[in-house]
């Protein structure tokens, strides 16, 4: 029976006693099997070489290949890092000597390794192959051979320094830092810092692992790194599976080319926004009109009136033919919004107009992006739904992006702003109505999210 028609529950059981690392290179594997064998290789000339090397108490042990696994396949790692193998191994062939001067074998087995490992766990020394070391002091002593405690300086000790060496030698051959980089944090780097994960200091990294009881298994800095570079992958991966139809406002409300200056500013007011695209009566795009092109001709016309002598009559209001911008470059719907970032950045470019065949279908501005972001936050999404999506299935991966694409659809947002109270001019009532057959066009949200996005539309400028 295939797996895939078992249920989804069984299947996700019987995932989680699969493979969990991921395939590795063909270079990282050869670099890190070639290089543990030519350490241990080295050690054993070492050895040889030396007279009557079994009779001094120099020879080999087991835990030296467990700890060349560390050193040369996991670099990386805080157990493979020089205090912990240093002091985890010196630690663990000293705490048998002591148990064995107060318990005998075999009591003194079990308490020589639990002690060694609270040991090296309360030096922040632990080091998984010095456990054995511990171990083959009790066997060497139930074998009629007492080691004393030099056997942790020599052999111990002064291997461990020649694999550390050379592991640090090896690893920098090929590109990797070994022994790892700290975090560089300091209050002037918090400025020039790249999403939320390098705002974090060190203690707060490490602090995290030590809550996810991962602390032995990466470095603060790697998580950092880690993070940061998640974080940027995930936006972009959303940014560019999202176009620009699904995110932008739909029917936007619009002026046209001989509008007065007074429409314009009584619309911005209403809407809360700073630009409004100009069309033509067919509805094909023209150009923009920017709040700030708007207040400097009002403030012009405001001049004139001020001044003490004025023979003539006052100009007649400035029309939006006269102000507005026709350089805005447009995009088609089908456009992903990664692709507009580097645009909305700047100051100038406040929102991106959406044409198709030449007539205005929507428009797109910095803080439909945001929101879009912040729907896709984990803050958004409580703890069970975020593991929830750890364990699902590959083959309902597509249905869950069709459904988290709807949803992102379900989430735009007209550029409207309620109406202020206790208004009775006709033209407010009829700007009020069209706003609401504009909105009525739009899917209804949830209610919070409703809230979320009209908080973040009118503290974001348009």
């Known amino acids: 029976m295939p797996i895939s028609r078992l249920p989804k529950n069984v299947r996700r059981q019987l995932r989680r006693f699969g493979p969990s690392m991921g395939r590795r290179p063909a270079v990282d594997i050869l670099r890190g099997a070639v290089g543990a064998g030519v350490a241990i290789l080295v050690v054993t000339f070492i050895v040889a070489t030396l007279p009557h090397s079994r009779q001094a108490g120099i020879y080999l042990v087991s835990s030296f290949a467990s700890m060349a696994v560390l050193l040369f396949v996991l670099p990386n790692s805080p157990l493979a890092q020089p205090w912990s193998a240093m002091m985890g191994m010196m630690i663990s062939a000293v705490v048998p000597v002591a148990v064995l001067m107060v318990t005998p074998p075999p ?165 809360n926004v700073h630009t409004l695209p100009v069309v033509d009566n ?63 950045a700047r100051r100038e470019a406040r929102v991106v107009p959406v044409t198709e065949s030449g007539r205005l279908v929507g428009i797109l501005t910095r803080t439909d992006i945001i929101a879009l972001l912040l729907e896709h936050s984990p803050a958004a999404h409580s703890e069970a739904e975020l593991e929830e999506e750890g364990d699902e299935d590959e083959e309902d991966a597509p249905k869950k992006r069709e459904d988290a694409s709807s949803g992102t659809r379900a989430t735009k947002r007209p550029g409207e702003a309620p109406a202020s109270k206790g208004k009775t001019d006709p033209e407010d009532a009829e700007l009020a109505a069209e706003l609401h057959q504009s909105a009525a066009r739009r899917p209804p949200v949830h209610e919070d999210t409703q809230h979320d996005t009209a908080q973040s539309r009118a503290e974001s400028p348009k």
Do not use: C
Not at 292 to 321: G, Y
């Open 107 to 271: 009591y003194a087995d079990g308490l020589a390794v639990g002690g060694s490992i609270a040991a090296m766990m309360a030096a922040r020394a632990l080091h998984p192959p010095a456990a054995g070391i511990a171990l083959l002091v009790i066997l060497e002593h139930e074998a009629g051979r007492r080691l004393g405690f030099d056997f942790a300086i020599f052999p111990i000790a002064v291997m461990t320094v020649l694999m550390i060496g050379f592991a640090m030698v090896w690893n920098r051959l090929f590109g990797i830092s070994y022994p790892t980089r700290p975090l560089a944090y300091s209050p002037a780097h918090v400025g020039r810092a790249r999403g939320p994960a390098r705002s974090l200091s060190q203690r707060d990294l490490s602090n995290l692992l030590v809550e996810f009881n991962q602390s032995a298994n990466m470095d603060p800095a790697d998580l950092a790194r880690l993070m940061a570079v998640a974080e940027h992958r995930a936006a972009e991966s959303l940014l560019a599976d999202t176009h620009v139809r699904d995110l932008m406002t739909q029917n936007p409300v619009t002026v046209s080319p001989e509008a007065p200056l007074s429409e314009i500013v009584r619309k911005m007011t209403a809407l």
């Open 282 to 344: 067919s509805g094909y795009y023209l150009g923009v009109v920017d709040q700030h092109d708007a207040l400097e001709e009002l403030f012009k016309e405001f001049d004139i009136l001020r001044r003490p002598l004025r023979f003539r009559a006052a100009p007649p209001e400035a029309e939006v033919r006269a102000i507005f911008h026709t350089d805005i470059e447009t995009v088609e719907g089908d456009t992903p919004v990664g692709q507009l970032l580097e645009r909305l």
